[in-house]
């Protein structure tokens, strides 16, 4: 397992910073559910509104087919620069914070022993605690990053496995309400792609807050209904501009 390392500058009960170094295993859950539910949302309500349109079975497979590989490399490509984007942040973060402690050492002195203090840190304990990170830079501004910013580290590797991800796990979500129409006429298909989304996307909601926080059944409803109802957008649509009956 790829385990990336989140560096906090921690006080001791000595007085002293010390460097602590957590094991934070790099999950990949939310890339999965964004690509997933984004990719199976969008390509049901592709599939309905042109099934609603035209009722062309074929025409609804390759309208669903190209809306999956164009979601799916869309989406890869926004997780890739959205990452990069989130280390360039933190990276001038970073230079940010050496530049204030560089020329305004008081005010960030005063933001060290805040935070500190918050910790429960008093009298000599604290003001030897702040001396001491105050004499490393590099402590000093992790302090600050991870405790007044909330920044973690971005790996420029992170990028490309999350587009991976996400760009993979759209097109596993767009095929799920699209399989029906392979095999089905289109009433039944529309019935069955509907009923393989909410469950997936119920599923989905569940596992999310088992391996989080909060209620299975609730997250899981919660996401089955928000994307079933978007999808369902597009069957509206579909119904509005459908062709008229040939006599």
Do not use: C
Request: charged share 20%; glycine share 8%.
């Amino acid at each position: 397992m790829n385990v990336e390392t989140r560096i906090h500058t921690l006080p001791t009960r000595l007085g002293r910073a010390v460097r602590h170094i957590e094991p934070h295993p790099k999950t990949s859950l939310s890339d999965i559910i964004l690509g997933g539910q984004d990719g199976l949302v969008n390509v049901l309500g592709v599939v309905l509104g042109v099934a609603a349109a035209s009722n062309d079975l074929r025409l609804v497979v390759v309208a669903g087919l190209a809306a999956a590989f164009a979601e799916s490399i869309s989406m890869g490509a926004v997780a890739y620069t959205t990452t990069l984007a989130d280390r360039d942040f933190y990276l001038s973060e970073i230079e940010r914070e050496k530049r204030e402690i560089r020329d305004m050492p008081d005010l960030e002195r005063q933001e060290i022993e805040t935070i500190f203090a918050g910790w429960g840190f008093r009298g000599d304990l604290l003001r030897q605690a702040v001396e001491q990170v105050m004499k490393d830079e590099r402590a000093w501004v992790d302090v600050m990053i991870h405790n007044e910013l909330k920044l973690s580290p971005v790996a420029s590797s992170t990028a490309l496995r999350s587009a991976f991800v996400v760009g993979v796990s759209a097109i596993v979500g767009s095929l799920i309400p699209l399989m029906p129409f392979f095999f089905l006429p289109i009433a039944s298909s529309i019935v069955i792609a509907i009923g393989l989304a909410a469950l997936t996307l119920f599923g989905a909601g569940a596992y999310k807050a088992r391996t989080t926080v909060g209620h299975p059944g609730r997250s899981g409803l919660q996401m089955a209904i928000i994307g079933v109802v978007s999808a369902l957008a597009g069957y509206v649509v579909g119904l509005l501009f459908s062709a008229p009956p040939t006599p």
